[in-house]
């Protein structure tokens, strides 16, 4: 049985557990529970399913995208109110809403000075300035509303220098420049989205003298290389030659002033924060791009440097004589040649961002479970965007609006509502129009055959916290507040947290991350519901035609991305220890190598957009919705939490053998040895002399163990199966340490598009930091998926300069994760083993 | 009613919550649970109260005190090996009991190299030597086991010097004597115990320039001014005057190399620890002390720095001439005055203390709870001592071992088994031997009317978990080490740690150390327990004549000492954020002034020393027993965990008034107000403009806010009961944060010995540092019982040099108790509120 196989140790425990609550039942005098003891009710399950719709989904992201709402904005507040309402309407509403603000640093650009980029002579005289907002191609790029792009965060200033030619901005590719000899001090770099995340470069090139950052989209990057108007936008889903992605350049997340405590008006709030971009940049559309780096003279860029802007890209500084930006003697300078005979033309970058407190909502709204109120589900995205944020976040909130819908008609009217017209939901396998069983929902208009809808229950046992997160855009700063604010009551009581943030890249398969556990119940979600565009495809099937890895355990499966810190899931896994994932919808990558949907935080992200190129019908839409609220009702309904603790195994196997062969002979050099990590992963019988564990049955994280209630106690089956939850549900808060990296903010590098044997795609985000906590997903210096402190710390020891400070923190951090992970298989044992 | 009024919200909660069970009950088709929803099984805790037997206490006190028992020695083990057959005794063990052990770094004297204190003439001729050893009074004293005196951690080294006279070795009296004149540099200060904890008298001294510290015990602090030899131990309970307290100079706790980490052998260590003393250190006797402060030259010493030695203390520094250790010539030199006219003899110390690491071992016990197996109820002591540690810490093992005979042979045998001789046990206000009620275990040998005992429940609703801990001497070592290796699932599922160490200081009153919400169930404990003594008093009423407060809430009780950092609860409190208690029997004050019982860590602390002087009979063990015993069988069978939550108003109320009247002016003068505190603390409502809370029913912590299970929802009766408990157990945790005092660890002050108007005891142990995250219990630098992270805070930006930096820390610790409290209140809300 594959389902067998999936669910791996927990069908074992809950078999087991199962048998203990019969044996219960007929040796205690009448302990019964007709609630307590009901598991998942698939016809609830199945009425959801059948009930998600896209039109409905397509009509709430009209709604939401009609107009530009960039955080704490007056279209952003009226969101917090449509949400509200929906939430509080007496047919459809949740249990209750309620919105709550904080005070938050964000970045905007200058309203009366706009931010500029010029190409100037050496009088100071304008030869070309670039685009100081998005062409008009819709109607919807004028919009008074729509912001001109602009790198938040940034720090104000006007630098003025030759330009040079910088990649991606990494740290290697100023080398690559300096090492070329090209003098860097005082110029302006431009650089390309990509390879380093939009703050770093700055960093980067700050260490180089470099005065100021200009960052832009490749064509070979985002459009596959297309970047004439007539290929792009509205004429394809290519980003438009003026399109610009504009961005938080904040390197942590977070409240910038307000670190790990909630934003209110009275908090304590730092005098400067860190985090920030320490020179002026700006980005800009290729079209700028184009006319300013085709320009440039000097050494011909490395063939990788290459890109699609039809000519060779060269390092600079400067501009080529005989060019567009040359003076009259053909020199690349200005227009008065006898003055400044050797001076060329520069490129001045001038930025007027301003940071203001503002006050930004999050939306909450909660479904009250019927067993297990203490116990949430939370599914959330954020609100806020960009400019009209069709895509990002608003694909992901139209699809929240049907589920939480969808959900709250249940509630209130406590029966499945026909939708006339709507195609009906057929199961993978079933093409009947009338599917059993028979308390789908939504049969067609004319089944005049199919069974009344049957009265289905009106909530699941856990309770579902629905959440609308602000000013996700500017650092995770909603959901990051609401993590501080609400710290104990959540690491105490929340299940999971599934984030669905854009929820249609593109229309061709599922792709999700998340830590080990979720796997299964995704799988199992994924398993049940067609796909789109396919016949008989069910979304696991086709999910794994595109993205698979071999697993050890199972075979061939989808292979489950990595969280890394890219969206709201991060405060979540890295703070608070709850198991997350995040689910959408994405690439076909033998179509398409464009790096994220090329007009990601444009002015071109609209309806239309989404309408026309990414999802005509809006089939994924509803894909995605009906996997999350799958996701989201076996979480709050299932007897038995279906997070499959035993799939931490392979992650951590993975991790272990990556320690050892990248790491193994280095740390032996210095005496290190892996044996304790090896000992704590493996079995440890006969490894060890004398542990707490050897004398009981030894369970250990990866050996196949199995939870089990304590079978000789005699108690009731609610308690036990809660007991045995809460293990489930606590699992991933015992690889918390809180002291694992002290007051350190790390460097995220690029996901690495390989996990676990499998392509899987980077974090919309390409760069984060963190203040982790998690001792297995705190943020990687390097590319191997291993330990991240260990990895880290070695990277650190293994610089020269480095002495036995450094070798002293690796085999501290060694311990740290020694610790976690015998601590985390404590927590799994029977739960009165010594 | 009393009773009511003590317990306080939570009965109202109880009974809220019950009627919601009934109603539940019959609203739901069939959901009882006769195990799950029974309350506390008055017939166990009966049957457990009068099975505890002083005489077997005795018996246990003998055995355990037999031999000196030094963490790690030979005899140590033993006793683990005894604890270990106790636990797993077919007839009376426990389900189920283990030892563990960790590698720690210990302290002991040289062997080889006794350490000395000698005074020495200008030629370096000792013209007297301290004694090596206690003088052998009771045949016990000349064990080759007994560990001769030392300062434990105090580094080894031979410093030279005049002898000068610092009283308590407290910063303040080192400024005395500087402000006075007195040459401090490369002198060595004699002192005595109380005032500064032990390494700090240190670490004081080394400021001025000290060379090396002697440490006494003053008859005056601990024999009520009494030193003569026929006044002391073995004619009375007073310490001899060759008697030396030894200690553990190590100011943190846990084990110095390893700290968050537990001290397995593959751990990570420090290369040098932090927190020894900087300079030798050697304490010694007041028949030793004696000589040498009676023959100090130099001014007479402030009235306050005066003993009972029975001469003027004088300052210092040198000899008198004329006395003792002075020269021909009448100097206070050497022998040859032709050679040194003018050198004075010098007190010279002589310290070979070395490290080692040790194997320590815990020993761990339990009893599996009957419904919620994963809710531990810990009882613990320390089970190493200094020497034969009759009273410290064998007075709680033999208190230890008599409750887990009591509840092990229920466990084993089911039923009652009376115990033919011993004493009935007599609730207050009984006088018959053959009290009601009939299942009452002891009745009289004769008594054939009694009934024969009923069988009693086999088990309480939650786990026990008895815990042996090792070198708790050295700084809690066994304890911290297990709170370490098993965070995660303590923090998860502890219910309440009880520490019984010293369970007998003095045989006049109960006295109880805790967190707020434990006061209610030690009150309800001590009620029902007669008084050793005393004809027809409780525990509880004979306690309130001895130490009483004024409680706004409940008018006059008994007042519950706060925790510090003396015992082995401290890394429950302060590192996991357990509500914790220390219970004791101890001293009538108008009798005593003694800081600690005489014999405190010296080799007069022996069984005969308990059984003549401190409890005769051993009532007082016996009523420490069932106080302790009643607690733990309290927070184990109770439906409702016995945990006032309530009662943390008149805390954080005191915290609050003391805030504001020592540090409100000086915060008002740098713009900081405690506005946001006094919202988080009293009634929000109207206070602030828009908070999360205002649109529900405001639940705050100390405003009498009844925890309410969630009454809409329809559910099972035990899952709502462990909600319920969920929230009580867990308040405490919502205290922590780690990241509230980062990397610091403060020095904590001897604790004042008033708190909450009334008068009580001070820890055992004078100092301890604490690397501590509760923000209501850190360690605090002044004497103010109020918030701590504040207070410090204050008291560095008050010092002069101090500036921005150090204001804005106040601002941040403020916002830090603020959010903890607002955290923690949101954990009491009904659960599916937002």
Redesign the interface.
């Known amino acids: 049985m594959q389902w067998a196989k999936v669910l791996g140790g927990l069908v074992g425990a809950a078999a087991l557990l199962g048998l203990g609550i019969i044996v219960g039942h007929f040796a205690?005098?009448?302990?019964?529970?007709?609630?307590?003891s009901q598991d998942l009710d698939q016809k609830l399950l199945e009425t959801v399913l059948g009930q998600l719709d896209a039109s409905r989904i397509r009509d709430n992201l009209r709604e939401l995208s009609r107009k530009p709402h960039l955080a704490t904005t007056a279209r952003d507040e009226e969101l917090v109110q449509l949400l509200l309402q929906r939430w509080r309407d007496p047919e459809s509403g949740l249990?209750?809403?309620?919105a709550?603000?904080y005070e938050v640093l964000l970045s905007f650009p200058g309203r009366e000075q706009p931010n500029r980029v010029d190409v100037v002579d050496p009088t100071g005289k304008v030869q070309f300035s670039c685009r100081q907002s998005e062409e008009d191609l819709t109607g919807e790029q004028g919009d008074p509303d729509v912001v001109p792009p602009y790198a938040a965060y940034s720090p104000p200033g006007t630098p003025q220098g030759l330009l040079v030619y910088a990649n991606r901005g990494t740290e290697a590719d100023f080398k690559e420049l300096q090492s070329r000899g090209i003098a860097l001090q005082n110029t302006i770099a431009l650089t390309r989205y990509g390879g380093a995340g939009r703050g770093a470069k700055a960093v980067n090139a700050a260490k180089f003298g470099v005065a100021g950052v200009l960052v832009y989209t490749d064509p070979a990057d985002i459009n596959d290389g297309r970047s004439w108007p007539n290929e792009t936008f509205p004429h394809s889903w290519g980003l438009p030659p003026s399109g610009v992605e504009r961005g938080s350049y904040y390197e942590y997340f977070g409240d910038p002033l307000?670190p790990?405590?909630?934003a209110?008006p009275?908090?304590?709030r730092?005098?400067a924060a860190t985090g920030f971009p320490p020179i002026p940049t700006q980005p800009i559309g290729f079209e700028d791009a184009k006319l300013l780096l085709c320009q440039l003279q000097g050494p011909l860029a490395p063939a990788a440097w290459q890109g699609a802007l039809g000519c060779d890209y060269k390092l600079g500084p400067g501009f080529q004589a005989g060019g567009k930006f040359t003076n009259d003697r053909g020199e690349a300078g200005g227009a008065e040649p006898f003055l400044h005979p050797s001076l060329p033309s520069q490129v001045k970058v001038s930025v007027h961002n301003r940071q203001e407190l503002r006050n930004s909502s999050n939306v909450?709204?909660?479904i009250?479970?019927?067993?297990?109120?203490?116990r949430y589900v939370l599914y959330g995205n954020h609100r806020d965007s960009w400019v009209h944020g069709a895509v990002d976040p608003s694909s992901g909130t139209a699809v929240l609006l049907e589920l939480s819908r969808v959900l709250g008609t249940l509630l209130k009217k406590g029966e499945v509502v026909p939708s006339p017209g709507r195609g009906p939901y057929l199961p993978p396998g079933l093409t009947s129009a009338c599917p059993f069983p028979s308390s789908w929902a939504s049969c067609a208009t004319s089944s005049l055959h199919c069974p009344a809808p049957a009265r289905a229950k009106l909530r699941a046992q856990r309770?579902i916290l629905f959440a609308s997160w602000g000013a996700e855009e500017f650092g995770l700063i909603g959901s990051t507040e609401f993590t501080?604010?609400?710290?104990?009551?959540l690491q105490?009581?929340a299940v999971a947290y599934i984030n669905v943030d854009i929820s249609v890249f593109a229309n061709a398969t599922l792709r999700a991350q998340g830590t080990p556990p979720v796997q299964s119940v995704i799988f199992s979600a994924a398993k049940q519901i067609p796909a789109p565009g396919t016949s008989h495809l069910s979304i696991y099937d086709n999910w794994i035609r595109h993205f698979n890895r071999s697993s050890s355990v199972y075979g061939l499966v989808p292979s489950l991305g990595s969280l890394g810190a890219g969206s709201d899931y991060a405060p979540f896994v890295h703070f608070l220890g709850i198991s997350s994932m995040d689910i959408a919808y994405t690439y076909d990558r033998s179509k398409t190598s464009a790096r994220i949907y090329p007009t990601y935080h444009t002015a071109f992200d609209t309806f239309d957009y989404v309408d026309k190129f990414l999802d005509p019908g809006f089939g994924s839409h509803q894909a995605v919705a009906r996997t999350a609220g799958s996701v989201t009702l076996r979480l709050s309904d299932s007897l038995f939490l279906p997070l499959n603790v035993s799939d931490y195994r392979e992650t951590l196997r993975s991790f272990l053998q990556a320690a050892q062969q990248e790491l193994g002979a280095l740390l032996e050099q210095q005496g290190i040895?892996l044996?304790?990590l090896v000992a704590a992963i493996e079995n440890e019988q006969g490894q060890r002399g004398?542990g707490?564990l050897t004398?009981t049955a030894g369970c250990k994280l990866v050996v196949g163990c199995r939870l089990q209630g304590?079978q000789?106690?005699?108690?009731?089956s609610?308690?036990q199966v809660?007991?045995l939850n809460?293990?489930l549900m606590?699992l991933e808060?015992?690889f918390l340490n809180?002291?694992a990296f002290?007051?350190e903010r790390y460097y995220r590098p690029p996901q690495p598009r390989q996990w676990g044997g499998a392509f899987v795609l980077s974090d919309k985000k390409e760069l984060n930091l963190s203040p982790a906590s998690h001792v297995l997903w705190a943020p990687r210096t390097g590319s191997t998926a291993t330990f991240p402190g260990l990895a880290n710390a070695c990277a650190r020891a293994k610089d020269t300069g480095s002495g036995?400070a450094e070798w002293?923190e690796v085999?501290?951090q060694?311990?740290?994760v020694?610790?976690a992970l015998?601590?985390?298989a404590?927590?799994l044992k029977p739960?009165?083993?010594?």
Chains 1, 2 share one sequence.
């Open positions: 205690i005098p009448k302990v019964s529970d007709a609630l307590a249990d209750s809403a309620q709550s603000q307000t790990y405590l909630p209110k009275s908090s304590f730092l005098d909450l709204g909660i009250r479970g019927a067993v297990e109120p203490d309770s501080e604010e609400f710290f104990s009551k105490e009581r040895s044996a304790p004398s707490r004398s304590d000789r106690a005699v108690t009731s609610p308690l809660r007991m809460d293990q606590l808060r015992a809180s002291r002290p007051e036995p002293a085999q501290r060694l311990s740290i020694v610790a015998e601590g985390a404590a927590t739960v009165a083993d010594l």
